[in-house]
């Protein structure tokens, strides 16, 4: 039976908790990969490969302004202003889950997991935000290799 204490209807365990973190860091880990592989798709060069190295070590807020750049310049719609807020909220949330959750949360003495029902309810709600930015960005590099594709196909 698990050590959690109950807290409003929801309970964690330290384990549990940095099994939630590890998946939600993966999240954040793939919407960067899927923000760096639009742009390899889409910059231009004939290697794949080199757009990515162009990129790689590169943030979400970086690429987000490069990802801007490349649509101002080719008039390939690649973010809308809805995508641009909501990863500038992810951002911030990433950087939360990755440099301060130890230090800025509470844990409960006898569980060892999250002490406060808001800091599990805010995992959870980052958690969601998280994965659908990751399935949309997968989606959407699909779409946008297609478009590409086609319009390299024109010329």
């Known amino acids: 039976m698990s050590k959690a204490a109950k807290k409003g209807g929801m309970e964690l365990t330290l384990d549990e908790f940095r099994l939630k973190h590890s998946e939600l860091i993966e999240h954040y880990q793939f919407i960067e990969h899927h923000l760096e592989d639009i742009y390899a ?18 943030n979400i807020p970086r690429l987000r302004k490069k990802l801007l750049e490349l649509q101002e310049k080719t008039g390939i719609p690649i973010l809308s202003e809805m995508d641009c807020a909501q990863l500038e909220e992810i951002c911030g949330r990433r950087n939360f889950w990755c440099h301060n959750c130890y230090v800025d949360m509470v844990f409960d ?40 594709k086609a319009e390299r196909n024109k010329k």
């Open 41 to 58: 798709d889409i910059q231009g060069k004939k290697d794949f490969y080199g757009g990515l190295m162009d990129v790689e070590k590169d």
């Open 109 to 148: 003495a006898w569980t060892a997991g999250p002490k406060k029902t808001q800091d599990i309810k805010q995992m959870e709600m980052d958690y969601v935000k998280a994965k659908q930015m990751r399935d949309y960005l997968f989606v959407r590099k699909i779409q946008l290799k297609e478009l590409v």
